[in-house]
């Protein structure tokens, strides 16, 4: 019944840098599994990043190694984006799971996701 909620996203130029925020009221995200993933108009959901239920970080996606972190902080997880690029356009959503393995690269192996939060890189 987790109902997660993606923030922080908006407008913002090439080269400049934000912070999204993956939170769900009532409840920590520390036991979860949580992956970041984007989806771009007429594209599928990529996967991007995850942190482990022990913290362990897995990059997916070679577009955003050494530009996007995801991390925590209290109840919540972040991505923070770097450098940020006219291609990183999209609705970015965050997933979470309790399952055993961990994370993923899959969008089908996570069980709550938020509605997203839009990015829009332009000068």
């Known amino acids: 019944q987790l109902q997660l909620v993606e923030s922080g996203g908006g407008l913002v130029p090439p080269g400049g840098s934000l912070t999204l925020s993956c939170t769900a009221s009532?409840?920590?995200?520390?036991?979860?599994?949580i992956g970041w993933f984007r989806q771009a108009p007429g594209k599928g959901r990529e996967g991007l990043q995850c942190?482990?239920?022990?913290?362990?970080i897995t990059t997916y996606a070679d577009s955003v190694k050494g530009r996007f972190i995801i991390f925590r902080e209290k109840t919540t997880v972040y991505l923070r984006m770097n450098n940020i690029a006219a291609e990183d356009t999209a609705v970015y959503y965050c997933?979470?799971?309790?399952?055993?393995?961990?994370?993923?690269?899959?969008?089908?192996?996570?069980?709550?996701w938020g509605r997203g939060t839009q990015v829009t890189v332009s000068s």
């Open positions: 942190i482990s239920r022990s913290d362990d």
């Open positions: 997933g979470a799971n309790q399952r055993g393995y961990g994370c993923s690269r899959y969008e089908s192996m996570y069980d709550y």
């Open positions: 009532g409840f920590s995200l520390d036991p979860y599994n």
